[in-house]
């Protein structure tokens, strides 16, 4: 299976066409169809329906868009890393965050290192934990910012200075406005939108087996779209401080639990990691930077 007749794969199924994708890639058509029969024939199944003016996937072909698109960033990435070999002054850099404030941090961080090496670029994913430890683990990242207690056998690790504060997300029309703070007991009956990974590691925290008996109407797993159902009357959003919109006109405010929930942030690589140049002077620095700030690193 070759990289080249993958990317010729990925075009077709973006376009839904062969003449639109033999068109992009500027090549004929026939030879673009002889590519993809081939490439059907070689793994035993039909990845197109044809029809007169388009094509679609089948289940075996979305299958091979997921695999052939992480196989192609893998493929670039690798290519990336070996052209930034012996270049110092710039290079790709990624990194997959889960969404907080304190990603400031990170943040001043890249830009103070952009002045030193200004060809750095960055690329950012979001996502929850799972999301971003899984690209992590398949090589699609160098580094990852996770919110919960990283794995020690496997990655080392910073702490970001500080910890996001947990609250509710209303409209200021709820009757929750009015308090000053959210104890578990104003929540009964109120209907919820969190994370997964907070049903699952920080509600427990704050409200023991109280937890078991909130209202979680639906989940997310980025904040935008939460606060969007929330705007919209859906539920409250039980999320992190200072990632809402809450000024006069945006209809939403936000309180505190109580008790106080925190948690921490972490910049995660995998053990043994072998960085390109540009990443490993990132290394570098997020290191001394955060050790100002009375944050060690840790390996094992």
Same mark, same amino acid.
């Given at each position: 299976?070759?990289?080249?007749?993958?990317?010729?794969?990925?075009?077709?199924?973006?376009?839904?066409?062969?003449?639109?994708?033999?068109?992009?890639?500027?090549?004929?058509?026939?030879?673009?169809?002889?590519?993809?029969?081939?490439?059907?024939?070689?793994?035993?199944?039909?990845?197109?329906?044809?029809?007169?003016?388009?094509?679609?996937?089948?289940?075996?072909?979305?299958?091979?868009?997921?695999?052939?698109?992480?196989?192609?960033?893998?493929?670039?990435?690798?290519?990336?890393?070996?052209?930034?070999?012996?270049? /110092? @002054?710039? *290079? &790709?850099? +990624?990194?997959?965050?889960?969404?907080?404030?304190?990603?400031? !941090?990170?943040?001043? #961080? =890249?830009?103070?290192?952009?002045?030193?090496?200004?060809?750095?670029?960055?690329? /950012? @994913?979001? *996502? &929850?934990? +799972?999301?971003?430890?899984?690209?992590?683990?398949?090589?699609? !990242?160098?580094?990852? #910012? =996770?919110?919960?207690?990283?794995?020690?056998?496997?990655?080392?690790?910073?702490?970001?200075?500080? *910890? &996001?504060?947990?609250?509710?997300?209303?409209?200021?029309?709820?009757?929750?406005?009015?308090?000053? #703070? =959210?104890?578990?007991?104003?929540?009964?009956?109120?209907?919820?939108?969190?994370?997964?990974?907070?049903?699952?590691?920080?509600?427990?925290?704050?409200?023991?087996?109280?937890?078991?008996?909130?209202?979680? #109407?639906?989940?997310?797993?980025?904040?935008?779209?939460?606060?969007?159902?929330?705007?919209?009357?859906?539920?409250?959003?039980?999320?992190?401080?200072?990632?809402?919109?809450?000024?006069?006109?945006?209809?939403?405010?936000?309180?505190?639990?109580?008790?106080?929930?925190?948690?921490?942030?972490?910049?995660?690589?995998?053990?043994?990691?072998?960085?390109?140049?540009?990443?490993?002077?990132?290394?570098?620095?997020?290191?001394?930077?955060?050790?100002?700030?009375?944050?060690?690193?840790?390996?094992?």
């Amino acid at each position: 299976m070759e990289l080249r007749v993958l990317r010729y794969f990925i075009e077709v199924a973006r376009e839904g066409s062969i003449t639109g994708a033999a068109r992009t890639l500027h090549i004929s058509q026939p030879t673009l169809s002889k590519q993809l029969k081939e490439l059907e024939a070689e793994l035993g199944c039909k990845l197109f329906v044809r029809g007169n003016y388009n094509v679609h996937l089948t289940e075996e072909g979305i299958l091979l868009r997921k695999r052939a698109e992480d196989i192609l960033d893998m493929a670039d990435k690798t290519i990336g890393e070996f052209q930034s070999l012996n270049d /110092i @002054t710039g *290079g &790709d850099v +990624r990194i997959g965050c889960a969404e907080s404030w304190l990603i400031h !941090s990170l943040a001043d #961080v =890249i830009k103070d290192f952009r002045r030193q090496y200004p060809g750095l670029r960055f690329h /950012i @994913t979001s *996502g &929850d934990t +799972r999301v971003v430890v899984n690209d992590l683990e398949q090589g699609l !990242s160098d580094f990852a #910012v =996770i919110v919960e207690p990283p794995d020690l056998s496997k990655y080392n690790y910073l702490s970001l200075p500080g *910890g &996001d504060t947990w609250g509710l997300l209303m409209r200021t029309d709820n009757p929750l406005a009015q308090k000053a #703070v =959210i104890c578990p007991e104003d929540l009964q009956g109120v209907p919820l939108i969190t994370s997964p990974q907070s049903i699952r590691a920080d509600l427990p925290r704050w409200c023991g087996e109280a937890a078991d008996q909130l209202n979680i #109407v639906g989940t997310i797993n980025l904040f935008y779209n939460g606060s969007v159902f929330v705007r919209e009357g859906l539920g409250c959003l039980l999320v992190f401080d200072h990632l809402a919109d809450v000024s006069p006109e945006s209809g939403l405010c936000f309180r505190p639990l109580s008790p106080k929930l925190e948690t921490k942030m972490y910049i995660i690589w995998k053990k043994y990691q072998v960085f390109t140049p540009i990443a490993e002077r990132l290394v570098d620095l997020l290191k001394d930077r955060f050790s100002e700030t009375g944050t060690q690193f840790k390996a094992t």
